[in-house]
């Protein structure tokens, strides 16, 4: 990961815990987009807020959250966006949406994939308790968005092809 400036950090997501340990394996501070009704409580909202987290309405195409990651990316801030939007259901790796590559464009920052392995088997999407399982978080190489918005998706798909290699990797 780039040691400064701004930069997206990438990872697949298969439980709540991932934002936790994608920031414990990373060497900087980053910042956090998190879908909005989980500010909806106070503790929790405070919580989040202190850790660098900020709220984006999902299914909606939130201006006001997008303006807020592109503002902090150009300061120089990691911000981390789970290009797949949300958790998976049965821990294999989902479709990716091409809003990250409008924010790597926007902010012309590069983006770090990122492959966090055991976090299913941890808390998995239902699950009613925490399971002891081992967790690595990988990171891979920088990439960066050299084209149009005609090539969002194909950059987007790249990205979710490099989790996809550091996940293979690792097996």
Do not use: C
């Amino acid at each position: 990961m780039p040691k400064k400036g701004g930069v997206i950090i990438a990872p697949n997501h298969a439980s709540y815990l991932d934002p936790i340990f994608a920031g414990v394996g990373s060497r900087r501070l980053l910042n956090y987009i998190a879908r909005e009704n989980l500010f909806s409580n106070f503790l929790i909202n405070r919580m989040l807020r202190t850790v660098g987290a900020f709220p984006i309405k999902r299914n909606f195409h939130d201006l006001g959250a997008v303006k807020e990651a592109i503002k902090r990316l150009k300061s120089g801030k990691p911000v981390l966006i789970f290009p797949e939007a949300t958790r998976t259901h049965d821990g294999a790796l989902q479709p990716v949406k091409g809003g990250i590559s409008f924010l790597a464009h926007s902010a012309n920052v590069p983006v770090v994939p990122v492959y966090i392995k055991g976090s299913f088997e941890v808390w998995p999407r239902g699950a009613k308790k925490i399971k002891w399982a081992p967790i690595s978080v990988y990171f891979g190489e920088p990439i960066y968005f050299n084209g149009t918005s005609d090539n969002y998706q194909a950059f987007a798909d790249s990205i979710m092809e490099n989790i996809a290699k550091l996940a293979a990797t690792t097996s």
